[in-house]
């Protein structure tokens, strides 16, 4: 099934992976003696370097889903998303549905999320309470928009800078973000093995064969790769798995848009104690990793409700009415990957003190960084002067890129924490 999601874009199969878990949907939890509930839908960001196939799999999940709704950032209103008041010729006033309405129990595909900057605050509503409120000209509503949000947003500038956090590339609001369920990030590496791959492929779609559109190699490639998944001791099983179905037949989508809606509709998967401990061991682990940090932690209870969500749709698509181990073995993979990029910085290393709405190691946690290098070899050396060759050595230690050096040097100047006692001589002023 992943691989008949989108066959003409050449790999990311645990992206589309995660995708086919949000076309299924886990089970809403809904309390017979309060009235709360919690929603099954989950949401998707795929962030990426232009031409990278982002737009072709949107379109290929609103064609799957039974009922999709793809729209573009750029050419998408505040109106268009939510609802529309107008006047009838009566003067009495009508709603004209938005895309999040139309598709209610269903799923928005959003292209270019990064252009649509001011429409942003009309999502958190429908994204975590999924529905849509409207007070306007003496009109008081509220609309259902259960529906599952699969973005795609290009970073600002172009390319992806992994000095920076995902909020700073996109320059998105940290609230909107933390409701992504997971958030994939996908750069253009020149890669010579992977690019003959791509090119075999490529050339196998104009000639039309279909050989070609059924292979799909790439999971040898990411497979060496480093990721979380390897810091972690994670198996790659779930990657091992999908590359070894990546030759079976494709399934038509016509086919897949009815037994998703047949799922949907008649399949209510439970969790199981064991498969609870499962992804509460890994939850609190992921906690145990940042408690140390000063910063926000990036890992909350949304995590864990992402984790429930998406677990239920992996046993949704077998059609069963529990959960077992395997279905969160396989989610906690595909979350592992998500947070390979999201957590890594510029040099590959993974640093769970970056938060995903959080400031980037080319910011505030960078002077951070070089001050309290800086503290400990002037309490060593027994004096508190620096030439900034030795500041830059100091700063290649802590692992801070050299493109910000000189702009990092000039703000903790300004700053106060660094006084310029003469040429290319410096003063630390926090001991």
């Not at 982002?54 to 109106?79: D, E, F, H, W």
């Not at 209610?104 to 975590?128: P, R, T, V, W």
């Not at 990721?227 to 399934?251: E, F, H, P, T, Y």
């Amino acid at each position: 099934m992943v691989s008949s999601l989108c066959p003409n874009i050449y790999g990311h199969e645990l992206i589309k992976a995660g995708i086919v878990l949000a076309l299924f949907g886990g089970g809403s939890t809904q309390s017979s003696e309060l009235a709360f509930s919690t929603r099954e839908n989950s949401h998707i960001l795929i962030v990426g370097d232009p031409g990278l196939g982002k737009s072709q799999m949107l379109l290929a999940t609103s064609g799957i889903s039974p009922r999709g709704v793809y729209v573009c950032g750029n050419s998408t209103t505040t109106s268009g998303l939510t609802v529309t008041i107008t006047k009838e010729g009566g003067g009495e006033n009508s709603l004209e549905a938005g895309a999040l309405v139309l598709a209610d129990q269903g799923h928005c595909c959003i292209d270019e999320f990064d252009k649509m900057m001011h429409h942003h605050s009309a999502l958190l509503e429908a994204m975590e309470q999924q529905t849509i409120s409207m007070a306007k000209s003496g009109v008081v509503c509220t609309l259902p928009a259960r529906t599952s949000i699969i973005a795609a947003a290009n970073p600002s500038g172009g390319h992806y800078n992994k000095a920076k956090t995902v909020s700073e590339n996109l320059r998105i609001n940290g609230s909107l973000l933390s409701r992504f369920d997971l958030v994939f990030i996908i750069q253009d590496r020149p890669d010579q093995a992977f690019d003959s791959k791509m090119t075999e492929h490529v050339m196998g779609l104009h000639m039309k064969s279909k050989n070609h559109l059924q292979e799909s190699n790439a999971s040898q490639i990411f497979l060496k790769s480093p990721s979380i998944c390897d810091s972690l001791n994670d198996s790659n099983q779930l990657l091992r798995k999908l590359q070894a179905n990546a030759g079976v037949k494709l399934i038509p989508h016509k086919v897949m848009q009815k037994y998703i809606s047949y799922a949907r509709k008649f399949s209510q998967p439970k969790l199981t104690p064991e498969v609870s401990v499962i992804l509460q061991n890994f939850y609190i682990e992921m906690r145990k990793q940042h408690k140390l940090s000063y910063n926000s932690i990036p890992i909350t209870t949304r995590q864990l409700e992402s984790l429930i969500r998406l677990t239920k749709a992996r046993a949704r698509i077998e059609l069963r009415a529990f959960c077992t181990t395997n279905d969160a073995e396989e989610v906690i993979e595909i979350m592992k990957y998500s947070m390979r990029d999201t957590f890594s910085d510029e040099f590959g290393n993974i640093d769970f003190d970056r938060s995903i709405h959080g400031s980037g190691m080319s910011k505030r946690s960078q002077a951070k960084k070089l001050i309290n290098f800086l503290t400990k070899a002037a309490a060593v050396k027994g004096d508190n002067c620096f030439l900034i060759s030795e500041i830059k050595d100091l700063a290649k230690e802590a692992k801070i890129s050299m493109d910000s050096f000189s702009t990092l040097l000039e703000t903790l100047n300004d700053q106060g924490f660094l006084l310029k006692k003469g040429f290319q001589l410096y003063q630390i002023q926090t001991i």
